[in-house]
């Protein structure tokens, strides 16, 4: 049995969906985009322009669930299924677009430059728990017009695995796409592999900015998958309650849904978010929180109510530092989402409330994220039935260590974590230097990095890749792109 | 206890109403506007400010103090101002060109108030050329922008580079906040403070207030 958890009954679930359609019918979305309010309007919608505002109707909502396709696929670059987000199937990939890493030299949060990005991305091609990489980091050292095409660039050129991203203006979608078309071939072939997956954010309360809506717009065309990160902040820009903050995120991802599904039906999308729980005390987000972890868990049964893939920010840390706190609050997180069954799990590597990433803490999360895997893998019956005859080998051989049935599951029933969680005695731990953590961690990354194989990509594939990344930098000024070698 | 005390303690818990009603009755007992003002109000205020720190009061009870206390302000500031007593500062506040997050703008704004600061508050989507306009036009101290993402950051460094440009910088302090602000990146641009929350952006213009 596939172990669970369930916060929602499905009686309230019906419930927070219906309020949150009468939502998005009486009081409407505010959308700052013309052709996204046109689009609605072509569709029924009301819309008051000079409020720019648009008034769903049931029908829309209807058939843009209708529309949405109840799973999909990502492939990697080289054209591989790598992410299944279908069911119950549990995903991991990095939180995404840190402004600072923790450089674990200093202990300091600085701006990331493109060789720490090169270094992660490095890194994740290694990772075995977390299926996609994502643009975890935005390097403070080219423009920032380019910050978010740059990093899709460093990914692609160093890692084979797909990208979890996002466009910061209108105009980055298109170097975005091409990036990927040069990777794909064709804009079929991407459509029928996608290689990535924007998230793209409502503002709240029920807001959609022009850039992020366009984007959803953008997406749609191409069949680019995306992500609804709808963030109700609880007693502040949502209510107080679990409750009521879920009934706002409802009606801004249903929105969203909306129109993608307008715009190209059957589009690929994941109903997810990034709630939390807003802290009064410091005028902080926490993701840390557990009221954010159980919203988390809870818009996710909404999604899968509806028939959607979901994605959630959890299984991540406000901790400044790689301490117990970054430990438990992301372990509790990715054993939560991991029991929800939240198809993409964007956590890992990240601290202080998503602006801080650290490339330690991504080598320990993968070994969480292992054991959450391994977890979700449930407890079966491995020819355990009859019992006799196991019990009468131990007794006869006074141990089972190389029994024929130790031999065959051993890998299949143990998850074996390390070598950044300790489990060795003390001796031979104190013998290995006594180290902690964070220099077990640390040691790790370096190792990983070191063992980097270049990506599968024909070289004419990276030349054009570069070419274009060039070009983009130029349009803004960068005569050429930071030394990464 | 006697109607300032009265009148601090109500605004201490927000209760508006009763702020009102104590800052009239006040008025009519011939206390000085200054001094319900400073004694009352202001006094108050800090008090309030002191236990948010502590964690004794959360940031809802700093708001309602902080709007008990606009509902005093009401009755003062056409006295205040027949009586020549200068504001204690304005501020124009905005979140910069391009960005529509405007919460934790909002949220500075109604504390400022509260501090008993004039607001001038431009909204969201603000360009360089309107801060210092407004900034200008209404004789200003401090202009306050906030912004919530990577890509509109950029633009507090436009604001302030046409301060320069229009021989106004010395004039004015800059105060920035948002999520991916930070004090190095203040520093940078060459902002007067970076102020991580509503309270010690308060407290950076009160600063730069004594100084004047």
Same mark, same amino acid.
């Given at each position: 049995m596939r172990p669970t958890v369930r916060f929602l009954s499905d009686q309230l679930i019906e419930q927070i969906i219906a309020e949150a359609r009468q939502l998005l019918c009486k009081l409407g979305v505010e959308i700052h985009n013309d052709t996204v309010l046109a689009l609605l309007g072509d569709h029924s919608a009301r819309i008051d322009n000079s409020a720019q505002r648009a008034y769903f109707t049931p029908d829309i909502i209807d058939r843009s669930l209708q529309a949405a396709p109840d799973s999909f696929r990502l492939y990697n670059s080289?054209?591989?299924?790598?992410?299944d987000l279908s069911d119950m199937n549990v995903n991991f990939t990095p939180g995404s677009s840190a402004i600072n890493i923790l450089d674990h030299e200093s202990q300091h949060s600085r701006r990331p430059t493109s060789k720490d990005y090169v270094k992660y991305t490095k890194l994740m091609a290694s990772l =075995?728990?977390?299926a996609s990489q994502s643009t975890a980091m935005v390097p403070g050292d080219v423009h920032e017009m380019i910050s978010d095409s740059y990093r899709l660039y460093l990914s692609l050129m160093f890692c084979e695995k797909p990208v979890v991203t996002g466009a910061?203006?209108? =105009?980055a979608f298109e170097i975005m796409k091409e990036l990927q078309l040069a990777v794909r071939g064709s804009e079929k072939e991407l459509a029928e592999r996608p290689l990535t997956m924007f998230s793209c954010c409502p503002t709240a309360p029920l807001k959609w900015s022009n850039v992020t809506s366009q984007n959803l717009i953008d997406c749609a065309r191409y069949s680019i998958p995306v992500e609804y990160i709808s963030m109700p902040l609880s007693g502040f820009m949502a209510p107080i309650t679990l409750v009521g903050s879920l009934v706002q995120h409802t009606a801004e991802t249903l929105s969203g849904l909306a129109i993608s599904q307008l715009t190209n039906p059957g589009t690929p999308v994941l109903y997810g978010g990034s709630p939390a729980v807003f802290d009064v005390r410091y005028e902080t987000t926490p993701m840390g929180d557990i009221g954010t972890m159980m919203m988390d868990c809870a818009y996710s049964e909404i999604g899968k109510h509806l028939g959607l893939p979901t994605q959630a920010?959890?299984?991540?840390?406000?901790?400044?530092?790689?301490?117990a706190q970054a430990g438990f609050e992301t372990s509790m997180g990715a054993t939560l989402a991991a029991l929800s069954g939240i198809n993409n799990v964007s956590g890992p590597g990240m601290l202080d409330f998503e602006s801080c990433f650290s490339l330690e803490k991504l080598v320990l999360d993968n070994e969480i994220c292992g054991m959450v895997k391994r977890m979700v893998g449930g407890i079966e019956p491995k =020819?355990?039935?009859?019992s006799l005859p196991r019990f009468e080998e131990l007794l006869r051989e006074g141990h089972l260590l190389i029994s024929e049935h130790t031999m065959k599951y051993l890998k299949e029933e143990v998850y074996l974590p390390g070598p950044t969680i300790d489990r060795a005695n003390r001796s031979r731990w104190q013998e290995e230097g006594s180290r902690t953590l964070g220099e077990r961690a640390a040691e790790q990354v370096e190792t990983m990095v070191a063992q980097h194989q270049p990506v599968g990509l024909s070289d004419t594939v990276l030349s054009d890749l570069t070419s274009l990344m060039e070009a983009e930098a130029r349009r803004h000024g960068m005569s050429r792109l930071p030394e990464i070698r | 206890m006697d109607t300032l005390q009265r009148l601090s303690e109500n605004m201490q818990k927000g209760n508006a109403d009763q702020v009102a009603r104590l800052t009239q009755q006040a008025i009519d007992e011939g206390c000085e506007p200054k001094t319900i003002l400073d004694d009352a109000l202001v006094g108050g205020m800090a008090v309030v400010g002191e236990k948010f720190k502590k964690h004794e009061i959360f940031l809802p009870h700093v708001l309602l103090a902080a709007k008990a206390m606009h509902a005093g302000m009401d009755l003062l500031k056409p006295l205040l101002v027949k009586d020549g007593i200068p504001t204690i500062g304005k501020v124009v506040t905005g979140t910069v060109?391009?960005?529509?997050?405007d919460i934790g703008k909002n949220l500075v704004g109604i504390m400022l108030k509260g501090a008993g600061f004039d607001v001038i508050d431009l909204g969201r989507d603000v360009s360089p050329e309107k801060f210092l306009d407004a900034a200008v036009s209404e004789k200003a101290n401090v202009i306050g922008m906030s912004a919530l993402l990577t890509t509109t950051m950029p633009v507090m460094k436009k604001v302030i580079a046409l301060a320069h440009e229009r021989n106004v910088r010395n004039q004015l302090k800059f105060i920035v906040g948002g999520a991916p602000m930070s004090k190095e990146y203040a520093q940078e641009i060459g902002a007067d403070a970076y102020c991580y929350d509503a309270v010690s952006a308060v407290e950076s213009v009160k600063r730069f207030m004594g100084a004047h």
């Amino acid at each position: 049995m596939r172990p669970t958890v369930r916060f929602l009954s499905d009686q309230l679930i019906e419930q927070i969906i219906a309020e949150a359609r009468q939502l998005l019918c009486k009081l409407g979305v505010e959308i700052h985009n013309d052709t996204v309010l046109a689009l609605l309007g072509d569709h029924s919608a009301r819309i008051d322009n000079s409020a720019q505002r648009a008034y769903f109707t049931p029908d829309i909502i209807d058939r843009s669930l209708q529309a949405a396709p109840d799973s999909f696929r990502l492939y990697n670059s080289l054209g591989n299924e790598a992410v299944d987000l279908s069911d119950m199937n549990v995903n991991f990939t990095p939180g995404s677009s840190a402004i600072n890493i923790l450089d674990h030299e200093s202990q300091h949060s600085r701006r990331p430059t493109s060789k720490d990005y090169v270094k992660y991305t490095k890194l994740m091609a290694s990772l =075995e728990h977390i299926a996609s990489q994502s643009t975890a980091m935005v390097p403070g050292d080219v423009h920032e017009m380019i910050s978010d095409s740059y990093r899709l660039y460093l990914s692609l050129m160093f890692c084979e695995k797909p990208v979890v991203t996002g466009a910061f203006t209108i =105009e980055a979608f298109e170097i975005m796409k091409e990036l990927q078309l040069a990777v794909r071939g064709s804009e079929k072939e991407l459509a029928e592999r996608p290689l990535t997956m924007f998230s793209c954010c409502p503002t709240a309360p029920l807001k959609w900015s022009n850039v992020t809506s366009q984007n959803l717009i953008d997406c749609a065309r191409y069949s680019i998958p995306v992500e609804y990160i709808s963030m109700p902040l609880s007693g502040f820009m949502a209510p107080i309650t679990l409750v009521g903050s879920l009934v706002q995120h409802t009606a801004e991802t249903l929105s969203g849904l909306a129109i993608s599904q307008l715009t190209n039906p059957g589009t690929p999308v994941l109903y997810g978010g990034s709630p939390a729980v807003f802290d009064v005390r410091y005028e902080t987000t926490p993701m840390g929180d557990i009221g954010t972890m159980m919203m988390d868990c809870a818009y996710s049964e909404i999604g899968k109510h509806l028939g959607l893939p979901t994605q959630a920010y959890i299984g991540l840390s406000d901790a400044k530092l790689l301490d117990a706190q970054a430990g438990f609050e992301t372990s509790m997180g990715a054993t939560l989402a991991a029991l929800s069954g939240i198809n993409n799990v964007s956590g890992p590597g990240m601290l202080d409330f998503e602006s801080c990433f650290s490339l330690e803490k991504l080598v320990l999360d993968n070994e969480i994220c292992g054991m959450v895997k391994r977890m979700v893998g449930g407890i079966e019956p491995k =020819e355990d039935f009859p019992s006799l005859p196991r019990f009468e080998e131990l007794l006869r051989e006074g141990h089972l260590l190389i029994s024929e049935h130790t031999m065959k599951y051993l890998k299949e029933e143990v998850y074996l974590p390390g070598p950044t969680i300790d489990r060795a005695n003390r001796s031979r731990w104190q013998e290995e230097g006594s180290r902690t953590l964070g220099e077990r961690a640390a040691e790790q990354v370096e190792t990983m990095v070191a063992q980097h194989q270049p990506v599968g990509l024909s070289d004419t594939v990276l030349s054009d890749l570069t070419s274009l990344m060039e070009a983009e930098a130029r349009r803004h000024g960068m005569s050429r792109l930071p030394e990464i070698r | 206890m006697d109607t300032l005390q009265r009148l601090s303690e109500n605004m201490q818990k927000g209760n508006a109403d009763q702020v009102a009603r104590l800052t009239q009755q006040a008025i009519d007992e011939g206390c000085e506007p200054k001094t319900i003002l400073d004694d009352a109000l202001v006094g108050g205020m800090a008090v309030v400010g002191e236990k948010f720190k502590k964690h004794e009061i959360f940031l809802p009870h700093v708001l309602l103090a902080a709007k008990a206390m606009h509902a005093g302000m009401d009755l003062l500031k056409p006295l205040l101002v027949k009586d020549g007593i200068p504001t204690i500062g304005k501020v124009v506040t905005g979140t910069v060109q391009g960005d529509l997050h405007d919460i934790g703008k909002n949220l500075v704004g109604i504390m400022l108030k509260g501090a008993g600061f004039d607001v001038i508050d431009l909204g969201r989507d603000v360009s360089p050329e309107k801060f210092l306009d407004a900034a200008v036009s209404e004789k200003a101290n401090v202009i306050g922008m906030s912004a919530l993402l990577t890509t509109t950051m950029p633009v507090m460094k436009k604001v302030i580079a046409l301060a320069h440009e229009r021989n106004v910088r010395n004039q004015l302090k800059f105060i920035v906040g948002g999520a991916p602000m930070s004090k190095e990146y203040a520093q940078e641009i060459g902002a007067d403070a970076y102020c991580y929350d509503a309270v010690s952006a308060v407290e950076s213009v009160k600063r730069f207030m004594g100084a004047h």
